[in-house]
């Protein structure tokens, strides 16, 4: 008993020195968010599309091409320009490239401690940022140059803003986050629902308004404004352009245009579930998630049917209520969550979208809060209906409740873990067959020398890249025929071990021409990727 009252003495000093311990957690999670993947920046290649943005903000760097005017491009300007900005600072490399996402998925998480924290406590907002920061999805879309992690962090800024009734900067978040990447617009219901319920609580206990929808109105309206004067200058610099269309038609063109297709529901809907598995790779975790959702969501029923549970909240202690930060709409929070996260996959679903891991980011951290919900339901069952449960007065059952769910974490995704920082799961760049592009790329620049012509058909977006600022001359074939005709004797092909180049060198032998082979790329695996010809005349 003397040893139990001395552990139970330290808890209760420990738990004093709250302003010191939850910063540092949560800073420990937003490093685990950059270290974790780092090794990622270079060890994989560009994915096409990560080439494509890459490019285009060498071109705004370069001075070639600043405002894009005379480039077909298909996204928002704002990630672009971001990306320039670290190409002139660290120069043209992957790493620069993808640096900006990696920084965003930073913010992501500890924007998730922020939103977790104010909808439903410190517990939630810790354990949330943590989940965010070890799912394989944000490992594996962190160390990439895609525009997702930007516009994750710019729509959960919006939501932060939204829970703190900062209608206008919850306006101007979304506008720039819409500015980043077109699919903004699918969140922006978000947090203009939060923004409505936190307008509402915070009309009825703490400004104590006598008009809260009038308050409400006057919210969204700000909201709507911001959001729209922000998006101003990003239209005017799109409108202004030589270009024939706008970034939103160039995207619908290239796209091959969006319509309701009910027919392929059923497919896309299991395609974006199985890609979901992958926000923990753990199936004792997603198992426990959507058993535990379901019974989330039926206890928040129950609470709302019954009775105004803030009551019941108020009557903790008030050392307890700062320590735990714990508001009192959770249950109309959880509901609010999931039906978001149920209405954008239907959505995706029933368009003719494509089933890419990408659209699937903006849910992680939400699916982060709900998971983070679930695991610590029961202590927060607890707590409600035994008040004498407190961390301040009685803190066995708090402590195992936190070293059990820490020891659940540990089991559970360490595996995950290990498996998303070695990419071996099939999230964002997902480029393992262009691994030694930078070989035939050195080759180029060591031995065939400058002012040569080289030919290609399915990695033209990358050569412009990674021979940029190197004087090549880079022809795209679309055919055989067509290369028969362009090519001549000592001008390069490279061609993708990945695919069959017979019907290529027959059509060259009927034209008097051959490969000769001057160097091939290797992945880590030892088999070959690119492979780097010279074009002969037939002896």
């Known amino acids: 008993m003397k040893l139990a009252s001395i552990i139970n003495s330290i808890i209760q000093q420990l738990s004093r020195f709250q302003d010191y311990w939850l910063p540092a957690i949560v800073s420990l999670a937003v490093l685990s968010a950059i270290l974790l993947p780092l090794n990622l920046l270079t060890t994989q290649r560009l994915h096409h599309d990560e080439a494509l943005y890459a490019t285009w903000a060498l071109k705004i760097v ?32 992957e790493s620069a490239t993808r640096a900006p996402s990696l920084l965003a998925t930073a913010l992501t998480v500890f924007l998730t401690f922020c939103l977790g924290r104010k909808l439903y406590g410190n517990g939630v907002g810790v354990l949330a940022a943590w989940l965010v920061a070890l799912s394989p999805f944000t490992l594996l879309f962190a160390p990439t140059a895609f525009t997702d992690p930007m516009l994750v962090a710019l729509v959960l800024a919006g939501c932060v803003a939204a829970v703190h009734n900062q209608a206008g900067w919850a306006g101007v978040c979304l506008g720039l986050a819409i500015a980043t990447k077109q699919q903004g617009i699918f969140f922006v219901p978000l947090p203009m629902a939060l923004l409505m319920l936190n307008t509402k609580v915070s009309g009825i206990s703490v400004t104590e308004s006598k008009s809260p929808n009038k308050s409400k109105i006057q919210n969204l309206k700000s909201k709507i404004k911001s959001l729209l004067l922000t998006l101003i200058p990003f239209l005017v610099w799109d409108f202004t352009r030589s270009q024939p269309s706008s970034f939103f038609e160039q995207s619908a063109r290239n796209y091959g245009g969006l319509t309701i297709d009910v027919a392929g529901f059923g497919e896309r809907w299991a395609g974006f579930i199985d890609l979901l598995y992958y926000g923990t790779a753990s199936p004792t975790l997603n198992t426990i998630f959507v058993a535990g959702c379901c019974l989330l969501l039926i206890y928040g029923v129950w609470q709302m049917a019954v009775g105004d549970w803030r009551l019941r909240i108020a009557k903790i202690e008030q050392e307890e209520r700062q320590l735990s930060n714990a508001p009192a709409n959770t249950a109309q929070t959880d509901w609010l969550l999931f039906l978001f996260v149920l209405v954008f996959l239907m959505l995706h679903s029933a368009l003719s979208f494509q089933v890419w891991d990408r659209y699937l980011l903006g849910l992680i951290p939400f699916l982060a809060l709900l998971l983070a ?161 010279q074009i002969e005349a037939v002896p």
Do not use: C, M
Request: net charge negative; charged share 15%.
């Open 62 to 93: 370069s001075g070639d091409d600043p405002w894009l005017t005379d480039t077909p491009i298909d996204k928002p300007p704002l990630f672009l320009y971001v990306v320039a900005g670290t190409l002139r600072l660290l120069g043209p490399t």
């Open 373 to 533: 919900r679930v695991l610590l339901l029961p202590w927060s069952i607890l707590k409600n209906h035994w008040g004498n449960l407190h961390t301040t007065t009685t803190p066995w059952p708090g402590l195992i409740n936190g070293l059990g769910t820490v020891l659940l974490l540990a089991f559970t995704l360490t595996v995950p873990i290990q498996d998303a920082v070695n990419a071996r799961y099939p999230l964002g760049s997902n480029s393992r067959a262009l691994d030694g592009i930078e070989q035939i790329t050195a080759y180029l620049q060591g031995h065939a020398g400058a002012n040569n012509t080289l030919y290609h058909h399915w990695l033209g977006t990358h050569w412009r890249f990674y021979l940029w600022d190197y004087p090549y001359d880079l022809q795209y074939w679309d055919s055989p025929e067509e290369l028969v005709v362009k090519a001549q004797p000592g001008q390069l092909i490279a061609h993708p071990a990945w695919r069959s180049d017979t019907e290529l060198r027959l059509s060259l032998f009927k034209a008097g021409l051959t490969f000769h082979e001057l160097t091939r790329a290797y992945t880590p695996g030892g088999s070959p990727s690119i492979i780097l010809y």
